[in-house]
């Protein structure tokens, strides 16, 4: 079985652009969360869907938007890109939304000059 | 808000020997979840263990265990028989139910863990 999925693993972009992040969840999977990761830090919670839905949303500017579609994949976006945006950005995925041990994918790595 | 301290930034241990690391945590919440996580370079977070708050038993699995103090908010993990594999960012994480459903990992701010040959 596939793991999560995420793409691209690194992205290079300038400050003022968007950007879109993809993650495909484990078969199966329902629920996909979003987290990133700044360096020399622990991940920070960005959102989580389930069954299309967003259940949660962390402390985040609005410039941060997500969605999840009917097979489950998911889309992170974000616009306006600023220098502090750059980071790991990790999707993890869960059969439900509680779940006793997400699995997650091995990031985006997105660089902001 | 919940917050995850691991107050030990680096530490090192010797192929085969113990090593404990340490995670306090802050909640007014009773039901809630803690796990390990460890990521090595290849930067995919690894459940490494998790313990359920109402269990009174630590939980085990191989090598890993953990000490689960409720009252004092402490979640330490204990790896024995360490290996080289076992090399990784190691992080602490709290999960409770949040509005709408959703459950949110909050993690501290990780312990780098190197084991020597």
């Known amino acids: 079985d596939a793991g999560v999925t995420q793409s691209p693993t690194h992205l290079i972009k300038t400050r003022g652009q968007q950007v879109t992040l993809r993650c495909s969840p484990i078969s199966g999977h329902k629920s996909v969360s979003w987290y990133q990761q700044v360096l020399g830090q622990g991940p920070q919670f960005i959102f989580q869907?389930?069954?299309?839905?967003?259940?949660g949303r962390g402390n985040f500017p609005d410039r941060f938007s997500a969605r999840q579609f009917p097979n489950y994949s998911s889309e992170l976006n974000v616009n306006a890109l600023l220098l502090g945006d750059s980071a790991l950005y990790l999707c993890?995925?869960?059969?439900?939304?509680?779940?006793?041990?997400?699995?997650f994918g091995s990031g985006t790595r997105l660089t902001v000059v | 808000a919940q917050t995850v301290t691991q107050s030990q930034p680096e530490m090192s241990v010797q192929e085969a020997e113990t090593v404990t690391l340490s995670c306090t945590y802050d909640t007014s919440e009773s039901n809630y979840y803690l796990f390990w996580y460890k990521q090595p370079p290849s930067r995919q977070m690894i459940l490494v263990i998790r313990?359920?708050?109402?269990?009174?038993q630590n939980a085990t699995e191989n090598r890993f265990s953990v000490n689960f103090q409720k009252a004092a908010k402490s979640f330490s993990l204990k790896i024995s028989d360490s290996q080289l594999g076992d090399t990784a960012m190691y992080f602490c994480?709290?999960?409770?139910?949040?509005?709408?459903?959703?459950?949110?990992?909050?993690f501290g701010k990780g312990t780098k863990l190197s084991v020597i040959p």
């Open positions: 869907y389930y069954e299309k839905e967003e259940r």
């Open positions: 994480a709290f999960m409770k139910p949040g509005g709408a459903g959703s459950y949110q990992l909050t």
């Open positions: 993890a995925s869960s059969l439900a939304t509680r779940a006793l041990g997400y699995t």
């Open positions: 313990q359920e708050a109402y269990k009174q």
